[in-house]
């Protein structure tokens, strides 16, 4: 056997290692991807992988359990979606509804003027904001159903996460509905205050909606006590004498005694504004065409809209006139330095 010298094996040893730092280095950083150009991100897009700007959580309180639960933002969102619109409806429309979500939450965040809640919330579960359910909620109400359905929602929230809808820089009131009468609604027909982004558009794949025809009865008794007004014996139920230029209805004269189709709809739980009435005998016959307030994005005009080719972002900017979808990177560091 042939004895090497100490000196020998100690340079054949540094020799081996001095061929595997270099591999040694490289193989931490081997599965990142290739930008194509050092030091720059490959898109200026918010990244999909992983949410745009600092954590924020929602404290939401749970009505029913009468207590507060805190959780991240998209987790919080994809429990809206969820909630609000049916995970069956196109990709592209629940990725509008997820940006609406996000936006509404954000902007609340960000604004001086806070909501009655309970201490520790920053909103409730209900329509009063948004309604939100957890997923464990969630499997009980879909069943069989929950693991496809839960991924397409998670997905929607993913592909827009770190993004948020803006009209001049700052995070609009993205209100939203089910269906509309064919358009939309502007603001200031619905509430106090206009707002340049809210404005009446057209809404055609709407009319497709199951939910776009409605109708409902009520005794001329119940009618008369709900609205406050008496209507006689005769078969005129009141005068409509001012309508929205979205053809709902705006006023109403019961024998001078004026009332808006929005304090109506409410008093007789109608689905729309767009209504109109009959008499037949001791009851009255009133027929709704769309449901809900009528302003910001429709859900089945989304639905609609995707079904057609179009994107979450042309959604949007379709409902929403005037807005940009931006990296609320900006926004979420504002909401922070706020804590």
């Given amino acids: 056997m042939i004895k090497l010298k100490p000196f020998v094996i100690v340079s054949a040893i540094l020799f081996v290692v001095t061929l595997m730092i270099p591999t040694l280095l490289v193989l931490p950083f081997s599965e990142e991807k290739v930008s194509g150009k050092l030091g720059e991100q490959e898109s200026s897009e918010p990244s999909a992988e992983e949410p745009a700007g600092p954590a924020v959580e929602v404290s939401v309180y749970r009505t029913a359990l009468e207590s507060v639960e805190t959780l991240e933002l998209d987790n919080y969102v994809a429990g ?3 909630s609000e619109m049916p995970a069956a409806f196109e990709l592209e429309a629940l990725k509008a509804q997820a940006l609406t979500a996000r936006t509404y939450i954000i902007r609340h965040m960000l604004s001086p003027e806070k909501l009655e809640v309970p201490d520790g919330a920053l909103v409730t579960d209900t329509v009063q904001h948004q309604v939100y359910k957890s997923e464990e909620e969630l499997r009980k109400i879909w069943g069989a159903d929950y693991d496809w359905k839960m991924e397409k929602i998670k997905k929607a929230v993913k592909e827009t996460s770190g993004q948020v809808l803006t009209y001049n820089g700052e995070p609009i009131d993205a209100t939203f509905f089910s ?7 502007n603001a200031e027909a619905v509430w ?3 707002l340049p982004y809210l404005k009446s ?12 025809k409605g109708e409902k009865v009520v005794t001329v008794s119940e009618f008369e006590q709900l609205l406050g007004v008496k209507i006689g014996s ?3 139920i009141g005068k409509v004498i001012e309508k929205t230029s979205s053809n709902r209805v705006s006023k109403v004269d019961f024998s001078g005694k004026v009332l808006t189709g929005v304090d109506i709809r409410e008093k007789l739980g109608l689905r729309s504004t767009d209504f109109d009435w009959k008499r037949k005998g001791n009851e009255i016959i009133i027929t709704t065409r769309g449901n809900g307030h009528g302003v910001g994005m429709s859900q089945y005009g989304a639905n609609g809209m995707a079904a057609e080719g179009k994107s979450y972002v042309d959604i949007v900017k379709h409902y929403y006139k005037g807005t940009e979808v931006v990296s609320s990177e900006s ?3 504002k909401v922070t330095a706020k804590k």
């Fill in 80 to 82: 809206v979606v969820a």
């Fill in 234 to 236: 005769g078969t005129e």
């Fill in 201 to 212: 558009v057209e809404s055609p794949w709407d009319v497709d909606s199951k939910e776009f």
């Fill in 331 to 333: 926004v979420l560091t």
């Fill in 192 to 194: 106090q205050g206009s």
């Fill in 179 to 185: 269906t509309s009468n064919g358009y939309t609604e």
